[in-house]
Structures are given as structure tokens and as C-alpha cells.
């Protein structure tokens, strides 16, 4: 079987993401909870989030480190710094916009 690629994957992802985008609609058609609906809206946005980290990484592969002799440790390094970048460079939920009452 042969391997997955990155670009595999990120289309793997993207229809996934696809999948729940379609879930919500239909969740909303039958009048689910909205507590529900914001749960699997919160997951398409981590889903989105990381497959922006996908893309990021596709990018180093695919257009900056192109026709470079890149050794296979510095690629995972800069894989590492990506992920850490993307893990830390997002406020926390918390950081957001507060709701204050009676606005």
C-alpha cells in the first residue's frame, strides 16, 4: 500500500471537515440542541486550525525548502517549530472577547 502524503492527508482532512459542516446543517434542520450545535462548531474550528498547520507544513515542503538538501532532522525541527508555533500562537478561548451581560 503506498504511503499517504501530506496532500493526502489534508484532503482526508478537508472532507472530514466537510462531513461535520454537513452534520450541523442537518442538526439545525431537526432542531437539535444548540448546546450540540456549538460543540461541533468548536471541533470544525480546531479541524480548520490544523489543517492550516497541514497547509503550512505543505508549504515549507512544497515551495521554501523546494531543491534545497534540507537533511531529514532540520525538516522535523522545523515540523516541531511549526507545531509548537501553531499550538502557542492561538489566544485561548478564554482570551477572547468577553460577554458582558446587557450589551
Not at 38 to 64: F, K, N, P, W
Not at 79 to 86: E, I
Request: hydrophobic share 35%.
Amino acid at each position: 500500500m503506498p504511503e499517504k502524503t501530506l496532500q493526502d492527508e489534508i484532503s482526508n482532512r478537508l472532507r472530514r471537515i466537510e462531513g461535520q459542516v454537513r452534520g450541523i446543517e442537518k442538526m439545525l434542520d431537526e432542531g437539535r440542541d444548540c448546546e450540540d450545535m456549538l460543540t461541533q462548531t468548536m471541533a470544525i474550528r480546531s479541524a480548520v486550525d490544523q489543517v492550516g498547520a497541514r497547509l503550512m507544513e505543505y508549504h515549507l515542503d512544497r515551495c521554501l525548502l523546494e531543491g534545497f538538501d534540507c537533511e531529514p532532522e532540520r525538516m522535523e525541527l522545523l515540523r516541531h517549530a511549526l507545531k509548537l508555533w501553531t499550538r502557542f500562537g492561538q489566544p485561548a478561548p478564554a482570551m477572547a472577547l468577553p460577554y458582558e451581560a446587557g450589551n
